[in-house]
């Protein structure tokens, strides 16, 4: 059973960095991997994505200033977001796509959802 554990986030000043966390279980990293976020009263959004391969793909918000990643030893997925504004204020979601390792599906063929972790970022 996949089971995917969010860590991080947290209050955050305008300009400043933080590093979100994602430890996955039982999954191959034979999947799409990404992070996703939502503001209240906004639909999810995809931020960004990690193929199989290691390649990548940033909305062009986040384009610059964040950074996905995978350490495939602790099977963890990571967001390094720096020059953080207050327009990344949200929840944020890590996912994984099972059985698409080359591409990345559309949001709601995403198959396993972290907890969530709140971003806030204050003037």
């Known amino acids: 059973q996949v089971q995917l554990v969010q860590s991080g986030g947290g209050s955050v000043q305008a300009g400043g960095s933080a590093r979100l966390s994602c430890a996955a279980s039982g999954l191959t990293y034979d999947a799409c991997m990404g992070w996703f976020r939502q503001a209240p009263g906004k639909e999810r959004e995809a931020v960004a994505n990690?193929?199989?391969?290691?390649?990548?793909r940033y909305t062009d918000a986040v384009q610059g200033r964040f950074t996905i990643s995978r350490d495939n030893a602790k099977r963890t997925l990571y967001l390094q977001m720096n020059s953080l504004k207050a327009e990344d204020s949200a929840m944020y979601y890590c996912?994984?796509?099972?059985?698409?390792?080359?591409?990345?599906?559309?949001?709601?063929?995403?198959?396993?959802w972290g907890q969530g972790t709140q971003v806030t970022v204050t003037a």
């Open positions: 990690i193929y199989s391969d290691g390649s990548t």
């Open positions: 996912a994984a796509a099972l059985g698409y390792a080359y591409t990345c599906p559309a949001i709601d063929e995403y198959t396993n």
